[in-house]
């Protein structure tokens, strides 16, 4: 059963998911890695050149494609996957089908707007401040994210430590 990672971006989908992997011996994937590797370019790219509805649809496919190896693994999908048509249906499938479980790493805007200031490589979606474009988008993204999860984490104030111990225990 693969463990996927849903959330906002700077939510730690990631760190959290590569330290999980390695705790429990499984392999990581990182969707927007292998996401950026199927368009050919990295996600700012993407973004500017083709658009939101490209990168979304490469999302998807990469996505099925993931959920589709056989070997367990931790899977960090992109803050916006869920919204890609196409995907929520196929998390939801895959987990009512007892192929996955999907965990929702939740934080506050104004601390996912300070975990990613100045991070390169991370395309704004909008023209908001940090904190602002962080609120709309879990507004936006919250209830297609709560629908999906089998468990919420917080992330404020907590160390990886703990939030891995948490991601660890939905698969023990």
Known sequence: MHLILIG???SGKSTAGRATADLVSRPFIDLDERTEAFCGSDATTCFKERGEAAWRDAETAVLQLALDETTPSIIALGGGTP???GAAAMLHDAREGGRIKIAWLNGTP???AARIAGQPGRPALTDLEPAEEMRMMLE???PIFGELANARIEI???PRSAVVAD???LIS
Do not use: E, F, I
């Open 8 to 10: 906002l971006r700077g």
């Open 140 to 142: 936006r993204r919250g």
């Open 83 to 85: 919204t890609a048509p």
């Open 167 to 169: 991601l660890v225990s």
């Open 156 to 158: 404020d104030d907590r």
């Open 110 to 112: 104004a601390n996912l």
